[in-house]
């Protein structure tokens, strides 16, 4: 199973922004389109990093579409997600031409890549806009706060770590951690936001924040399954690398993912109440 990529830009105000767009061989029927963002806790990363992972959401069957938002120190919050936000709203608007017709819209991406793919889902709640039919969250960056036990297990924390200067570049300023948008865990309104995906690793830094939001979201009556994986030691890796570690692991994430998008994009896009 194969899955091709060209090189493309999104149109965003004026401004080009680079983009990579994957395509499956076999499409499903509609096909899901992924807006997907790349790992790099913030301040690192590009369309590169992330290419196996948009590949096999390929091979799972959706258009993805990875797009290189910009970076902290130079873009902190919210640049990224705004940006982000705009993308979202064009790929909506032209998801017939970049999918077909009835295409499904859904959101992805890695540790800080999918924080801003958790808060776009809560910002298209919020205005009502575009309708999201899922999410696919692998190790989001949800907690500025570095407490979890599998934080303090990697000896990562309040500094001198990439997720702590990643957050704390991302971040700015102190009072931005409150915010829903940029620290999603802490929100104390989840419901209403599209189906997720969340996988994580069993020795991944982020793995305790992963979960404990995969369990806010159930308690705020959203439909979330979660799945941790096993079996490598890729605590420092990205996604990536750790599949490269892992081959077998590139099965399991493709029958996640195909299951997920065909589910979420056969069923009706079912509004939760927040």
């Not at 970076?71 to 990224?80: G, S, V």
């Not at 970049?98 to 540790?111: K, M, N, S």
């Not at 990643?166 to 948008?181: E, N, T, V």
């Not at 077998?248 to 939760?272: I, K, Y």
Request: charged share 20%; with cysteine.
């Amino acid at each position: 199973m194969t899955a091709s990529w060209t090189e493309d830009r999104l149109e965003i105000e004026g401004t080009a922004l680079p983009a990579r767009i994957y395509r499956p061989a076999t499409p499903l029927r509609p096909t899901p389109l992924v807006l997907h963002l790349h790992g790099g806790c913030f301040t690192d990363g590009d369309l590169d990093c992330s290419a196996k992972v948009c590949q096999i959401m390929a091979q799972a069957g959706a258009v993805v579409v990875s797009i290189d938002y910009p970076l902290a120190p130079e873009h902190p919050f919210p640049a990224a997600l705004n940006v982000s936000f705009k993308a979202l709203g064009r790929l909506y608007a032209e998801r017939a031409t970049w999918a077909g017709r009835g295409a499904r819209l859904f959101v992805a991406g890695e540790e800080a890549g999918a924080n801003l793919a958790t808060a776009l889902s809560l910002m298209a709640r919020d205005q009502q806009a575009p309708p999201l039919a899922g999410q696919i969250l692998l190790s989001p960056m949800v907690d500025p706060n570095l407490c979890s036990g599998s934080i303090h297990a990697a000896s990562a924390g309040a500094s001198g770590c990439k997720w702590a200067d990643g957050w704390h570049r991302y971040l700015g300023s102190a009072d931005r951690a409150a915010h829903p948008y940029a620290a999603p865990l802490g929100s104390r309104r989840l419901g209403g936001v599209a189906p997720a995906l969340i996988v994580t690793t069993d020795d991944c830094p982020i793995r305790d924040e992963s979960l404990a939001y995969g369990k806010r979201l159930r308690e705020g009556g959203v439909t979330v399954e979660c799945h941790m994986l096993e079996g490598t030691n890729c605590s420092n890796q990205s996604m990536d690398e750790a599949i490269e570690a892992a081959p077998l692991w590139e099965a399991v994430l493709r029958d996640l993912f195909s299951t997920f998008l065909a589910e979420n994009s056969a069923a009706p896009v079912r509004t939760v109440r927040a």
